[in-house]
């Protein structure tokens, strides 16, 4: 393959790269998985090449909430402003190799997420346990936070 072949694999693998990583950037509304209800907003940010994410508002608890059951340096924190996704690195058109963490119980589990192809408004997020068991929830986008 000639150098401006490779040139131009190269531009489209970075330019698919870049789409999926401008699509998941954003606030996104997360949603209790046993009432329905929406929970709190979530800013998804990219910072050094991989993928973050903190609550930057809460919707169905007062501000002042801490992180009871975290443990380290999270163990009673404010969770309003608190990093829950850490370190999603991009892979195909999805990000991966991350980290959740659920302010409820404090646990971290393994973090891919993805944006729904039929509905670029949808963010699905799977939390993984060790055991290999996963829950996949789905987030929705908020376009004037």
């Not at 693998?13 to 709190?40: C, H, M, P, R």
């Not at 443990?71 to 309003?80: A, C, I, M, T």
């Amino acid at each position: 393959m000639n150098k401006k072949g490779i040139l131009l694999v190269l531009l489209t693998v970075s330019s698919f790269y870049l789409a999926a990583q401008n699509a998941v950037i954003g606030t996104w509304k997360t949603i209790d998985d046993g009432s329905g209800e929406a929970k709190s907003h979530i800013d998804i940010y990219e910072k050094e090449g991989k993928i973050f994410g903190k609550i930057t508002k809460l919707l169905d608890s007062e501000p002042g909430v801490v992180c009871e059951n975290c443990k380290g340096s999270r163990k009673d924190q404010p969770v309003l402003g608190m990093v829950i996704l850490e370190d999603l690195q991009a892979y195909k058109d999805y990000f991966r190799k991350g980290t959740i963490l659920d302010p409820e119980n404090g646990n971290t589990y393994k973090c891919s997420i993805w944006i729904e192809k039929e509905n670029p408004d949808e963010l699905k997020v799977r939390g993984i346990h060790w055991t290999g068991l996963y829950r996949t929830q789905t987030w929705h986008r908020i376009k004037n936070p």
